[in-house]
């Protein structure tokens, strides 16, 4: 019976991840759940809401999402208007925990929506941004937490330190291409905060919910504006529906140039798996566009 004690203590030291405190956490879509996860490593368990491929502008919470919330110690939302569900979601789970809006911090970017101004919700997709996040995360697990506080930190640090060496790249990358040469075409307004961040310009037929409508004058303009600015290549995003942009650049003469992943990650045996893996792939597809 000793020998059997002294094997199980000697297992347990070896794994620190079996001894390991966990924060029960909620994170609203696949992008941040991915960060969370990045952040609090084996001293977290993430349940994420929108999944891989899944559009956090339209999702429809379930009985099972409220009841993750209810037993959570932690809630993590993006905010911005992004989850329009979630107030819905949160006042039914009953849970006491007021959500951590990640994006707390970020300078925000105005946008029109059907002639009104509303803010930008897709903060992310700026890597400097997505550092603010992750320090924002790390800052609520540590007080969640306390007694990780050195592990969350050094996690926490040395993935805030990944992001800003992508965010530098990303701006290398595309001051190497001439302004002219940095226009994009996608499905639908979700990369402001990327365009301003890295000198890209964006042309989308509808706004940034992909719950908008564009109307066929719309279509219309933007076809001419193609077709004036040269722009020869579209992109079609993982979680919203490509045919309208797969029209327009038919009209337009715009060919493809891949998937790119503004929203939601893609599945794990994707190009898309986390969220370093889809900044660095959206910039180098749209790049490779470019030359």
């Known amino acids: 019976m000793k020998l059997k004690i002294t094997a199980l203590a000697l297992l347990l030291a070896a794994s620190p991840g079996v001894l390991a405190n966990q924060v029960n956490a909620v994170a609203s879509f ?16 993430v349940t994420t809401l929108v999944g891989p491929d ?51 911090g970020v300078v925000t970017r105005k ?28 800052n609520a ?21 990944q992001l800003e060496k992508l965010d530098s790249w990303a701006k290398a990358t595309f001051a190497a291409i001439a302004p002219e040469k940095r226009k994009v075409l996608t499905s639908h307004d979700a990369f402001g905060y990327f365009g301003a961040e890295y000198g890209v310009t964006f042309l ?9 409508q564009a109307s066929a004058s719309d279509v219309a303009t ?29 009209a337009s003469g715009a060919k493809s140039g891949g998937e790119l992943y503004p929203e939601a990650l893609s599945k794990p045996s994707g190009p898309a798996p986390d969220y370093l893996s889809a900044f660095r792939h959206n910039v180098e597809t749209m790049a490779a566009s470019m030359k």
């Not at 696949?30 to 368990?45: A, E, K």
């Not at 956090?56 to 939302?77: C, G, N, R, W």
């Not at 989308?204 to 908008?212: D, I, K, L, N, R």
């Not at 020869?232 to 979680?239: K, L, R, V």
Request: net charge negative.
């Open 204 to 212: 989308a037929p509808v706004g940034f919910s992909t719950e908008a």
């Open 30 to 45: 696949s992008v941040l759940g991915d960060i969370v996860s990045r952040v609090g490593g084996d001293h977290v368990r």
């Open 222 to 250: 933007l076809i001419d504006q193609l077709k004036k600015e040269n722009i020869h290549t579209y992109f079609i995003e993982n979680q919203t529906d490509p045919r309208l942009v797969q029209q327009i650049a038919s």
């Open 111 to 138: 946008m029109n929506e059907d002639g009104q101004t509303i803010t930008d919700p897709h903060a992310w997709n700026s890597a400097k941004n997505g550092a603010i996040y992750a320090r924002n995360v790390m």
């Open 141 to 161: 697990l540590i007080k969640a937490d306390p007694a990780d506080k050195a592990y969350f930190q050094q996690r926490g640090e040395a993935y805030i330190q």
């Open 54 to 104: 899944g559009d956090p502008h339209t999702y429809e919470p379930t009985p099972k999402d409220s009841q993750a919330l209810s037993q959570a110690d932690i809630v993590f939302t993006s905010g911005l208007g992004l989850e329009g569900w979630m107030t819905r979601l949160v006042n039914a789970s009953g849970t006491k925990n007021a959500p951590v809006v990640a994006s707390q």
